[in-house]
């Protein structure tokens, strides 16, 4: 899995909006202006993840096509103008769902800057490499394949939804391709196998779609599958 295209690097304001009566006051008494800046900023995140939560549990309860904007301000508590100034139309609510269930949270923080993925390329031996991105693969899996058959859905009946499903799968193999490409650095791979056949069989591996229908359809669990395509990946990719 990879990133989603418009994560950016975090903000230096805290989670929590602060209290402008216990900051110091500027040259004419008053509290400082960014105080109040950040309070806005905080309310109208909270209002944006509200409308997005939302969204994300309408589209999973009744499919993208059924899903209105009016259904989803009313479930946010929220006006429907609010829902276009805050996040935008039907695609982009069903964009950031994805992009959110992708890293987690809602934090401004890319997926290569986290955890999981700092660990994968700071680990020097292959085969523990390839256990740590299956790792992470499963783990996007879990939390982004149910909004991802919606997104499969709503691209055949919205050309721009179907131009959101073919961004996330060329998203898909770049991450797929980077993470080859740094396995090629550990002398990782298998002789004959190239980066872009090694890239192109991940990228095919890793689809939400392969994990719903065993994790979801078939009652394996997360470990289960994590198992089986490290085993899978470990024989086709790595040298014997």
Not at 33 to 55: C, F, H, P
Not at 199 to 204: G, K, M, P, T, V
């Amino acid at each position: 899995m990879s990133p989603p295209p418009d994560a950016t690097s975090p903000p230096d304001a805290t989670t929590q909006p602060p209290d402008a009566t216990t900051q110091p006051p500027d040259s004419t008494g008053k509290p400082p202006k960014r105080y109040a800046s950040q309070v806005r900023d905080e309310q109208a995140r909270r209002t944006r993840r509200a409308i997005v939560t939302a969204a994300h549990d309408l589209f999973l309860a009744q499919g993208y096509a059924a899903t209105t904007i009016d259904g989803i301000a009313e479930a946010a508590h929220v006006s429907r103008r609010t829902v276009f100034n805050s996040v935008g139309g039907k695609v982009a609510l069903l964009k950031l769902a994805l992009d959110w269930a992708i890293v987690g949270d809602d934090e401004p923080v890319a997926l290569a800057d986290r955890p999981a993925i700092k660990a994968i390329l700071a680990e020097s031996d292959p085969r523990k490499a390839l256990m740590l991105w299956v790792q992470a693969v499963a783990d996007v899996a879990a939390r982004a394949a149910p909004l991802g058959e919606v997104l499969i859905a709503a691209a055949d009946i919205d050309p721009a939804a179907a131009q959101l499903l073919a961004e996330a799968s060329r998203n898909r193999l770049l991450g797929a391709t980077v993470f080859i490409r740094y396995l090629a650095s550990l002398d990782g791979l298998a002789v004959g196998i190239t980066e872009q056949r090694a890239a192109e069989l991940c990228w095919a591996l890793t689809d939400g779609h392969l994990y719903r229908l065993l994790v979801a359809q078939r009652s394996w669990s997360t470990a289960d599958f994590s198992r089986w395509l490290s085993d899978s990946l470990a024989a086709a990719l790595l040298p014997t």
